[in-house]
């Protein structure tokens, strides 16, 4: 089991309209490729204009087919397209996680 947990910074301000983009061109291409993801969350406090997201992958090899699926995607060009000309993200990190032995099984859905 692989978690994808992703962090992104929005500039102050443009974190609802950032996630209104996201809902609308790249969520239903995600959802697509890779399914639901574990969860989507937003600062409420600490580190404010943050956005976390995590994806479940039963392997580096699943992800990567996943990833690369949704790559080709013409819907997906679209979303990064969009993106750019939003102009709304600062910086991105992504840490890949596997769970610990006492963790409850993670499943993709």
Partial sequence: MLVDVRTYTVRPGTGPAQLELYEKYGLPVQVRHIGQPL???????????????????????????????QAADPDWKVYLEENVKAGYLINQRTTLMTPVKFCPPLKRK
């Fill in 39 to 69: 969860c989507y969350l937003q600062a409420e406090s600490g580190e404010m204009n943050t956005l976390v997201h995590m994806w479940v992958y039963e392997s580096a090899a699943d992800r990567e087919n996943r990833r690369a699926a």
